[in-house]
């Protein structure tokens, strides 16, 4: 019953401003039948001036505020064309003819007046039936176009695939509920329509295509040649694919990471990675909560991850340096100021927590909270997102285990942590128990670090984290 | 039509909450009257939006009761910049709207009630309609002064304003709507209305600020419940129809097929602030460094919300060239938005030579270019 031709239009009502009525088309033959389908606009159609409506209220001038469509574009029935404002009201203008704009007879804040030209439709020669349409079921995202038929004075909106289906059973258009904008009448509609009448639903035409069955599509019981004999035959529709490539320039995060990590790549990078049980932090942990709560703080692992990395950078200071652009002089940096990845609607961000060394477990909590709440309201300052020397990624709360982080320059090491999961191990008395398991993978700059001292680093963290207790013997 | 069977649902359940025994039949005559069960200005805007989509209101008018947790809540074609302290509402937490119809800046909070009269194209009449609101609230206190302005505002005592009003033309569907002060916070209201703005030019429609007043500062007995409940007792009068009003979720999405797209798309960023008519920002930086101020012309065309061009003024050397150049280059084409340039500049200074004069320099310059924005 359809012939699928598609070509699609993108409404000119703008959601971005920045879109434009981009008209593009491709024509997928299935029929078998010959049908010769109009697919561009004839140039040398009646040029139409389209004149600004009434507005209501007397109104006979207007401020054009916005152009929806540009010189060129072409325009369907009912598209949107510009918003103009009067008193406070905004009016969107629609075409009334399907066509191309050949011109706009006003810039953005002109005074338009009722009455007079607001722009120039090209009217394709022979319009009416002639323009094709992409039919119905496509989601949101598809444009459709529609022709406007008189019918005996009723006027009814469907497309012409619609209307043949319609013919064919010998429906009246105008005795169908129309289920779609405007109440125009789908596809559905008339097969509804048909249910109810005849108690089955009758196939298309026996001319149209026979289309391999897909698995998953709609079933249509036959035209019963012989009515006991009801064998359900997939009657799909051919995948009509209507999406587009977008190209969109590369802008705030992304440049942002484009910037980062194009530097981080100059960075011999290598990995270590480890496990680690966390069983006893987990206990002490769900001890320590409800005391962090009572002093209004949220306290989840990392502040413990961090202070142990301070600990350990204590220890192993070049981990908290920083290779100058010539590689000719390294600074060890006094100052713990230990990043978190933090994931927000926008991208990767990456706040510090200034001077670890002198923070206790419970500081470095109550400002990771007050990073995090600023960081999902979008509004952490610059001095939290600069100066970092040390970085951790907590990518466990989303999911892996082990990950290959990439180290945010001008560091020179970062670890990111998989999630905890619980799996069985053994004890020194070669008993199985269950433990909380978590991965811990470092990255370091190996033109600076070599891989001893990443695992010792590693190892010394790993220990304070395995045995929280041992971390107060170090605590300054 | 997608909405009546949904709708006939709805009605039934508003049997239930409010008069068992009314049948939808009654109501469904000539005119209906709803009300938002949500005060999420996203929401409550999405359901405008829907109904003006949607409905058909040839056979049947409708009258949209509402309120808003605090928000402000900006006309189609205004700037946010030029019309509220954007610190200020990021600092209390107060949502910002732009909604599709004209006029000016309002702030909503729940002492504010807002009406929408919706009406065919050819119907739309915006007198009749304040001259509605104005008989009920006579009715309910005819004591009270309030008349309507031929700027469709309704003032009270003569001078003070407790309504504006703004609408929306489609091609076959119109609205209008109008707020109604009863009993809003108006510290928070002039505080917040005041942009420290200086220095933007732009064409985007100004507000016209006037003074406001209180329902309540006018007569203590009144409550937002009571004046809803006459608003809708005249409309139904008006109508003939009962005077029932339905209550409606703006997150059903059974009810209102495509709800959730329209309220997500109120909240992007694109329409709030990338629909911002183009405008410049012509402005001088006093940045105190050291022992000196140095003053720092900076000259900037916003379009779409983005920074089309991007001009600072420092001193020679100031920075080193190819920073300054890199720091151009990265603002030119960004949001005009603190976070975004935030993230922006941090990230530059991740690659740039790890000098402390130079990064004490480059934070003082960016921090004071994201306090304009």
Known sequence: VCIHRVRSCSSIRVIKSKSVCVFDKSALKFSHQQRLFRTSAVSCGQIVQFKLSDIGEGITEV???????????????????????????????????????????????????????LVDIEIDASKGVASEEDVVETPPMSHEEHTHQEIKGHKTLATP??????????????????????????????????????????????????VPPLPKSETVPTAPKDKALKIPVPVSRPIVFSGKDKTEPVTGFQKAMVKTMSAALKIPHFGYCDEIDLTQLVQLR?????????????????????????????????????????CKNVTYKASHNIGVAMDTEQGLIVPNVKNV???????????????????????????????????????????????????????????????????????????????????????????????????????????????????????? | MVLQPSLKNCLRLSCVLRTPKAGFRST??????????????????????????????????????????????????????QECDLRLLRQKNIKLARRRSGGGTVYHDLGNINLTFFTTRKKYERMENLKLVVKALKALRPQL??????????????????????????????????????????????????????????????????????????????????????????YATQHQIDHHITLINPADETLLPGINNKTKELQTWE??????????????????????????KVNMDVKHGRIEVC?????????????????????????????????LVTTLLRVCPQDDELHSRWNLLCENMIMLM
């Open chain 2, 145 to 234: 002064d309030i008349h309507v302005t031929d700027r469709y505002d309704i003032l009270l005592d003569r001078h003070y304003k407790i309504s504006g009003t703004a609408a929306k033309l489609g091609r076959t569907s119109a609205y209008h709507h109008c707020t109604l002060l009863c009993n809003a916070d108006k510290f928070v209201l002039s505080s917040v209305l005041k942009s420290p703005y200086k220095g933007l030019k732009s064409n985007a429609t100004p507000s016209v600020p006037a003074s406001v007043k209180n329902l309540f500062d006018e007569d203590p007995s009144l409550t937002s419940e009571m004046l809803l409940d006459a608003i809708a007792k005249e």
């Open chain 1, 63 to 117: 401020t054009v505020k916005e152009w929806y469509i540009k010189e060129g574009d072409s325009v369907s029935q009912f598209d949107s064309i510009c918003e103009v404002q009067s008193d406070k009201a905004s009016v969107t203008i629609t075409s009334r003819y399907d066509g191309v704009i050949r011109k706009l007879h006003y810039s953005i804040d002109d005074i338009a007046f009722v009455g007079k030209p």
């Open chain 1, 286 to 326: 769900e001890e320590l909560k409800p005391l962090a709560e009572v002093r209004g703080v949220k306290l989840s692992f990392m502040p413990f991850f961090i202070k142990a990395a301070s600990l350990g950078l204590l220890q192993y200071p070049i981990l908290n340096a920083s290779l100058d652009e010539n």
């Open chain 2, 28 to 81: 469904a005559r000539g005119a209906l009257i709803i009300q938002s069960v949500s005060n999420d200005v996203y929401q409550n805007l999405a359901v405008e939006d829907w109904i003006h989509d949607h409905m058909d209101l040839e056979k049947r008018q409708v009258l949209f009761l509402w309120r808003n947790s605090p928000a402000v809540v900006i006309g189609r074609h205004q700037n946010p910049w």
């Open chain 2, 271 to 296: 329409w709030v602030y990338g629909k911002t008519p183009k405008f410049s920002v012509s402005t001088c930086l006093n940045m105190a460094y050291k022992d000196s101020v140095l003053d720092v």
């Open chain 1, 357 to 476: 060394q002198v923070c206790s477990v419970f500081d470095i909590a109550a400002e990771l909270n007050r990073l995090q709440s600023l960081g999902s309201a979008g509004q952490l300052g610059t001095s939290d997102l600069t100066g970092g020397t040390f970085t951790l990624s907590n990518i466990g709360t989303i999911g892996g285990t082990y990950a290959k982080p990439v180290i945010l320059p001008p560091e020179v090491a970062i670890g990111a942590l998989g999630k905890i999961q619980v799996v069985p191990r053994f004890n020194g008395k070669g008993e199985v128990f269950r433990a909380q398991i978590m991965n811990v993978s470092w990255s370091a700059d190996h033109r600076i670090i070599d891989g001893a001292t990443m695992a010792r680093f590693s190892n010394l963290w790993k220990s304070y984290v395995e045995n929280p207790a041992s971390m107060l013997l170090d605590l300054k």
């Open chain 1, 161 to 210: 695939a619609v209307r043949r289906l319609a013919m064919e059973n010998n429906i009246k258009l105008s005795e169908v509920v129309g289920t779609g904008k405007d109440n125009r009448i789908l596809k559905e509609d008339i097969l509804n329509y048909l249910a109810k009448q005849t108690g089955a639903i009758l196939p298309p035409s026996p001319k149209a295509e026979i």
């Open chain 2, 311 to 343: 001009n600072i003024d420092l001193p020679e050397q100031w920075l080193p060239p190819a920073l300054y150049s890199e720091l151009v280059k990265s603002l030119t084409g960004s949001k005009f938005c603190p976070n975004e340039t935030t993230t």
